[in-house]
C-alpha cells in the first residue's frame, strides 16, 4: 500500500512540485489549501503524513499542528519561508516531526518524507506484512486499505466476524447468528446478498482485490 500524504498549500505552483515529487516516489497524495480542511481528511480517510504550509491563508500552521496534536500522532512536516532558529524551535516543540525551508529541493523534501514515514513505522513500502483491514469495534468503523466503508448495521457486523477470524470459514447458519439480533427471522440467501454488497464496497477501493474467500456449499471465509 502506497503512503497517503496531505499537502496543505495554498500556492498552486508549490502544491504541484510537492505532488510531483512524492508521486514519482511512491506515494499517494491528497491537497488542500486551507488549515481548516486538515480536520475534515483526517475525519474522512487514513492520512500517513501531512506535509504542512506555515503560511496559510485562514490559519496559522503552527496552530493548526496544535489542533492536529490534540488528537492525532499523524506525523507532520512543517514548509516555511522563514529560515529563523527560533520558528524551527517552535515547530519542533508543539510536535512537528520535521521542518523544510522555501525554497528546497523536491528530491529532498521526498527523501525527508520517506525518513519520516520509516522512523515513524508509517513506511507502507516495507516488506512487513500489511492489514487490509482496520476494525474499530467501539465506533463501528472499519477502513479498508485506510479507506473507511459505509456498511449498514449488518454489513458491519457480518464483515467485522470474518476480520476477527480470518481463514476460518464460517457456514451461512453461523454467520446469521453471530450478525443478527433475530438470525430466525431471516434466510440462509440474506447472508448471500449483504456479503455481494460488502465486496461491491470493497472493490469501489480496490478492484484487484477480493479477500472474502466463498466455500460452496459451506459458507464464507476471510483470506489470511
Same mark, same amino acid.
Not at 505552483?13 to 510537492?18: L, M, Q, R, S, V
Not at 492520512?47 to 506535509?51: A, E, G, N
Not at 520558528?87 to 512537528?96: F, H, P, S, T
Not at 492489514?131 to 477502513?143: A, K
Given at each position: 500500500m502506497k503512503p497517503r500524504i496531505l499537502i496543505v498549500e495554498d500556492e498552486p %505552483?508549490? #502544491? !504541484?512540485? +510537492?505532488d510531483y515529487a512524492l508521486q514519482t516516489n511512491g506515494c499517494t497524495t $491528497? @491537497?488542500?489549501?486551507?488549515?481548516? #480542511?486538515? %480536520?475534515?481528511?483526517? *475525519?474522512?480517510q487514513h492520512?500517513?503524513? +501531512?506535509?504542512l504550509d506555515i503560511g496559510l491563508p485562514d490559519i496559522d500552521g503552527i496552530e493548526v499542528c496544535r489542533q492536529v496534536r490534540a488528537h492525532s500522532s499523524v506525523p507532520i512536516i512543517f514548509l516555511t519561508a522563514r529560515s529563523d532558529e527560533i !520558528?524551527?524551535?517552535?515547530? $519542533?516543540? +508543539?510536535? #512537528?516531526?520535521?521542518y523544510v525551508v522555501k525554497p528546497f529541493s523536491p528530491r529532498e523534501l521526498a527523501a525527508r518524507v520517506k525518513a519520516v514515514l520509516r522512523r515513524t513505522g508509517r513506511?507502507?513500502?516495507a516488506d512487513e506484512p500489511v492489514? &487490509?483491514?482496520? &476494525?474499530?469495534?467501539?465506533?463501528? @468503523?472499519?477502513?479498508f486499505c485506510g479507506t473507511p466503508l459505509a456498511l449498514s448495521r449488518y454489513e458491519f457486523n457480518l464483515l #467485522?466476524? $470474518?476480520?476477527?477470524?480470518?481463514?476460518?470459514?464460517?457456514? @451461512?447458519?453461523? $454467520?446469521?447468528? &453471530? *450478525?443478527?439480533?433475530?438470525?430466525q %427471522?431471516?434466510?440462509? @440467501?440474506?447472508?448471500d446478498a449483504h456479503i455481494k454488497n460488502i465486496r461491491a464496497k470493497l472493490k469501489t477501493i480496490r478492484p484487484d482485490l477480493d479477500p472474502i474467500i466463498t466455500h460452496r456449499g459451506i459458507g464464507y471465509a476471510l483470506q489470511e
Open positions: %505552483a508549490i #502544491a !504541484d512540485t +510537492i $491528497l @491537497r488542500v489549501t486551507t488549515g481548516g #480542511a486538515v %480536520a475534515d481528511e483526517l *475525519a474522512q492520512i500517513d503524513l +501531512i506535509v !520558528d524551527r524551535v517552535v515547530g $519542533l516543540e +508543539i510536535g #512537528a516531526d520535521d513506511d507502507s513500502s492489514s &487490509l483491514f482496520s &476494525l474499530d469495534q467501539p465506533r463501528q @468503523r472499519i477502513e #467485522a466476524v $470474518l476480520i476477527d477470524h480470518p481463514g476460518r470459514v464460517f457456514s @451461512r447458519e453461523q $454467520l446469521m447468528n &453471530l *450478525a443478527w439480533e433475530e438470525p %427471522a431471516s434466510m440462509d @440467501r440474506t447472508v
